[in-house]
């Protein structure tokens, strides 16, 4: 090649690379590190032979006895020696063998890529090397001991109720006051935008979180089902329709503004066999919606049944399920639930059973406990954890018992001492599975209602929260808001929540500053039609609200101007607040009075000593005659008179 064009290709090489330093990007060409795999699987095989026949070394050791194995095993053997050295020799040689750009590269092997790691984990690197050392066999390392294992396992159970008590959201709480008697029902929608509670004062009343602000007032309140209690609330899978269930025997179904959708039908009483009845016939007591299909519902009666019923279709009931004893006697079922796939209908009975049908099979129950909780309480909660396999219930009894659906002839494990006086006194499970909450009641005051908080795998009391000085009946646990729904025995509502772990919901309104009343408000006046009056008594038509509002204000009979005080001596019949005359000189005088006059016989006793040291009524007309007053003398004639029976005496 001709000398003089090799010459021109290295200055050209030579200003492009001052050309790319100049420009900053002249390190990025750098090649990444090459690595010779054959090289590397030789090495990795030669080194598991060697460790395997170690391994084998070590087992004849110890079968001969010699005591010194750790040692020995701690210091590098000539063969451990002899593999280094030919390890580095083959890898030496293996990255010879790389070819020309790894000889090129080789001054920059050792420098990384990228930014080096920060000291935290280039110091845990180490730490984990260290440990991974540690273990290996042969190593001077000691194995833990049973107490530090143990000491372990109380830290860990330590450490995991921690933190699931910091899941719990009750940083902050807000009161809604629904009335003053008990909220027997709390339901929120799917999306948590509403709030919906009932009680015994025949109210449902519907919170805004979005709309509410500090005043936090319900936006709707109405009496759906008359003069009956409501006993439960619950909003579809989809948020757009409510179930009512009250004291009469027939449940209504509302949409998101309160308006009647849907009303069971009553069934006929006189008629023995409950199936062949078109529905209930007696008080409701429980009711919910399926978690699938979103046109089915489910309540139970005092009727000894449990219906499930389609919005679709409200003449007559869908299934029927009869709970019965062992015995087949007639039971009264106090409250109903589905599993979490739909698939399993639960109902818990007075007799303390705890029932459990297939949806598709309404005759025979599937899982049957005959001594579920204390016979004649009234089990008020059934719940469904979100695994679907364990089912927690709430009994009249003052227990909580959780129990396991493939075996359903024992609980799994049983809370005792909580006090329940409701019929609907609630259990949940939290979002996560982990715990499980109901509340305790309490009579009138005689202490304060607790939301109580379990551990599901121990079963032990891990938080507990003092809501009020009454019964806590109700309680929701929302997963998407990650807030607790609180129904209390004296009509409050409470919502606890936390800013950092909760989302909306409460969050929304406790923001928004509380709304004052705009007064011009009341002052619009409505607008007459008057289309056949005469053009000087016709009004103008008002183009603008917001205007006629502004005229109204400048006029002073619409706005109901006050008159002014008048000043001077008074004018147009009105006199001044301090005229000229005697009474509004005594009403100046009395008002500039300090005294207090509160206590007559001390205002009177006040002027005692000056009327007896300056007389001025009765002394001045005994002056002539003092020291001695000179009184009227009695004559004969009035002894006489006065000796004069009564009857005698001349009437004036």
Known sequence: MDPNKLGEASDRMSDDGEM??????????????????????EQ??????????????????????????????????????????????????????????????SDSDSELIG??????????????????????????????????????????????????????????????????????????????????????????????????????QAFRSLQPCECHQIKSLQYSITGDVILVVSGNAQAKVLDRDGFNVMECVKGDQYIVDMANTKGH???????????????????????????????????KHKSVFKPRSFQGKKVIPTCCAYSRDGKLVAAGCQDGTIQIWDRNLSVHTKFHCKQAHIPGSDTSCLSFSY?????????????????????????????????????????????????????????????????????????????EIEVTNASVVRCLWHPKLNQIMVGTGNGLAKV??????SHRGAKLCVVKSQRKERQAETLTQDYIITPHALPMFREARQRSTRKQLEKDRLDPKKSHKPEPPVSGPGRGGRVAAHGGTLSSFIVKNIALDKTDD???????????????????????????????????EESEEDEEAEKEPEWKKRKI
Request: proline share 5%; charged share 30%.
């Open 20 to 41: 790319a330093s100049v420009m900053g990007f002249s390190g990025f060409g750098k090649k990444a590190r090459t690595f010779d795999l054959d090289a590397i699987f």
């Open 44 to 105: 990795t095989r030669r080194t598991a032979i060697e460790r395997s026949q170690r391994a084998l070394e070590e087992r004849q050791t110890e079968k001969e006895g010699e005591s010194s194995k750790s040692a020995e095993s701690s210091l590098p053997t000539q063969r451990d020696k002899s593999a280094a050295a030919s390890s580095r020799k083959q890898e030496s040689s293996g990255d010879s063998s790389s070819g020309s750009d790894s000889d090129s590269d």
């Open 115 to 216: 930014p080096p790691l920060p000291p935290p984990y280039t110091a845990q690197g180490d730490e984990d090397e260290l440990a991974r050392q540690s273990h290996q066999p042969g190593s001077t390392a000691h194995s833990d001991d049973e107490d530090d294992d143990e000491d372990a396992e109380d830290d860990d159970e330590d450490d995991n109720v921690s933190l699931k008590l910091k899941k719990i959201p009750d940083t902050h709480e807000i009161t809604l006051q629904h009335g003053t008697k008990t909220v027997s029902a709390l339901c929120l929608d799917p999306s948590g935008a509403r709030l919906v509670t009932g009680g015994y004062d025949y109210d449902v009343r519907f919170w805004d979180f979005a709309g509410m602000d500090q005043a936090l």
């Open 281 to 315: 016939t007696a008080m409701l007591n429980c009711g919910c919606w399926h978690p699938k299909t979103k046109e089915e519902f489910m309540t139970c009666s005092n009727d000894g049944t449990v219906r499930t019923w389609d919005v679709q279709s409200d003449k």
């Open 387 to 463: 695994d679907g396999v364990t089912l927690a219930s709430r009994g009249g009894d003052d227990t909580l018992k959780m129990w396991d659906i493939r075996n359903f002839r024992k609980p799994v494990n049983v809370a005792t001492g909580l006090t329940n006086y409701f019929t609907m006194t609630d259990c949940c499970f939290s979002p996560d599975d982990k715990l499980l909450v109901t509340g305790t009641s309490v009579k009138k005051e005689e202490g304060n209602g607790k939301l109580v908080f379990f551990d599901r795998a121990s079963f032990q009391k891990v938080y």
């Open 496 to 501: 606890y929540y936390d800013p950092v772990k």
């Open 598 to 632: 509160s206590n007559p016989r001390a205002a009177i006793l006040r002027h005692a000593k000056e009327a007896s040291d300056n007389p001025y009524w009765v002394a001045p007309a005994y002056t002539h005659t003092q020291p001695e007053p000179v009184f009227a």
